[in-house]
């Protein structure tokens, strides 16, 4: 697997370096890859992105909120930083986001935890097999996730949800050393802005075929790109996105890594 890249940003260098390798390569004789080898690696990319400073507008933004708090969370000391991929290192699903909301992820430091979002997909993971539990409050609250990994396009929360092409560019490659380091089969991208940052990564052109809820693309390096409305409070308070709609994508990617 290797991406198209030409922006700045993070390095692409551990993409093409020796032990990097397809998702072929790295599955087990179970068909899923070694966790003892794969766990130091995202460990060090984890370190890597939580100390990242690249987008002077975003490191702004985030540590603004952290110093500023809501007044909900003037207790808690947020993190601030940006806001690394959690889940199983053997994951076979990705499923990623769009950015860290201000008051959740920017607060806690893992990823879609302490915000309505996260609720909506944590539940859906538990509901379906991916989760042990079906909240998502704290770092520390017990969650973990089976086969299944969770990241975003853009590490650091953005001002109205919003990155920059440029931020987003710049983070991209984040993304692309997460999906080199995961045996995933399926990713779901949760909204246009995600589907847009995988089907990138994947260098695809010259169209690309477009995002709706329930779409499924055959990426040119193997695998499927699910596509799901995203778990904002704009889709799931409208009904826009219900459990119903979201279970069956995350039980249409079950079905396809068996
Ligand atoms: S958005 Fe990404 S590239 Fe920009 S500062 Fe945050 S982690 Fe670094």
Redesign the pocket.
Known sequence: MCAVWTGT??SLTAMTSPDMTSPDDRTDPDGRTDPDGQQPALAALSEE?TT????PR??TWREQVARDRRAAYSDQEYWGR?VPGFGDPRARVMIVGLAPAAHGANRTGRVFTGDRSGDWLFAALHRTGFANQATSVAADDGLELSDAYVTAA???APPDNR?STD?RD??LP?LARELDLLPWRVVIALGGFAWDAVLRHTGWSPRKPRFSHGAEVALPEGGVLLGSYHVSQQNTFTGRLTEEMLDAVFLAAAERVG
């Open positions: 940003g993070p992105i990242c400073r690249a987008c975003l490191v940006p853009v590490r650091c990155p931020e710049r983070c984040y």
